[in-house]
């Protein structure tokens, strides 16, 4: 018998190795699994070069190795996770739409309901809210390199502001004549009230 001594794991990865386990049907105890990954990892060979992040790629957003999926439909809760490059639901390799679809048995719009948990993460997020976050961290601009750059941008406000283009399109002025039975001054968004338009 040996000495044993304790390592904080992640829940999510502790989590991942005992739904892995599961899967395979391995009856290995989960603190044996970690020291033999150790020991592999250990006998590496030190020089190889780091490899690729594996992960799903879904449109614009990146999903990495072991981030998990959840679908809820009418109070139940279905998961789903990140494999090397799949995404795996009950042992087979299925895209975002078909997880969300295939639990629902109806046609979903799997960004809007598909939430997610990246690893390292304790909170799930709406998939669409992330891609809204990537889209808005990329067109936010880069600040100036030098500060020789910003100073002379606020030095030259004039030369900068007569550089903007004068010709914006101007919108249309708005129509303000009165519509059939419209007794009131203009002041509303529309000409017509919508009583006078449903019940003619």
């Known amino acids: 018998?040996?000495?044993?001594?304790?390592?904080?794991?992640?829940?999510?990865?502790?989590?991942?190795?005992?739904?892995?386990?599961?899967?395979?049907g391995s009856a290995i105890d989960p603190a044996e699994a970690v020291d033999a990954a150790i020991r592999?990892?250990?006998?590496?060979?030190?020089?190889?070069?780091?490899?690729?992040?594996?992960g799903y790629q879904w449109k614009t957003l990146f999903l990495p190795e072991g981030t998990w999926l959840r679908m809820a439909y009418r109070g139940d809760h279905e998961y789903a996770i990140v494999e090397g490059d799949h995404i795996m639901y009950k042992g087979r390799a299925i895209s975002p739409n078909q997880f969300a679809g295939g639990y629902a048995d109806s046609v979903r719009n799997a960004w809007q309901d598909i939430s997610i948990r990246m690893p390292g993460e304790k909170n799930?997020?709406?998939?669409?809210?992330?891609?809204?976050?990537?889209?808005?961290?990329?067109?936010?601009?880069?600040?100036?390199?030098?500060?020789?750059?910003?100073?002379?941008?606020?030095?030259?406000?004039?030369?900068?502001?007569?550089?903007?283009?004068?010709?914006?399109?101007?919108?249309a002025p708005r129509d303000t004549t009165p519509g059939q039975g419209w007794t009131e001054p203009e002041r509303r968004k529309y000409r017509f009230r919508l009583e006078d338009v449903a019940f003619d």
Do not use: H, N
Request: zero cysteines.
């Open 40 to 54: 592999l990892w250990l006998a590496a060979p030190s020089g190889a070069p780091p490899a690729a992040p594996r």
């Open 124 to 171: 799930w997020k709406i998939a669409d809210a992330r891609r809204r976050e990537l889209a808005r961290a990329a067109a936010t601009p880069v600040a100036p390199a030098t500060p020789t750059a910003a100073a002379a941008a606020a030095a030259t406000p004039a030369a900068s502001s007569s550089a903007a283009p004068m010709s914006a399109a101007q919108p």
């Open 1 to 24: 018998m040996f000495a044993t001594m304790s390592v904080q794991v992640s829940p999510t990865t502790l989590l991942a190795l005992m739904e892995r386990l599961r899967e395979t």
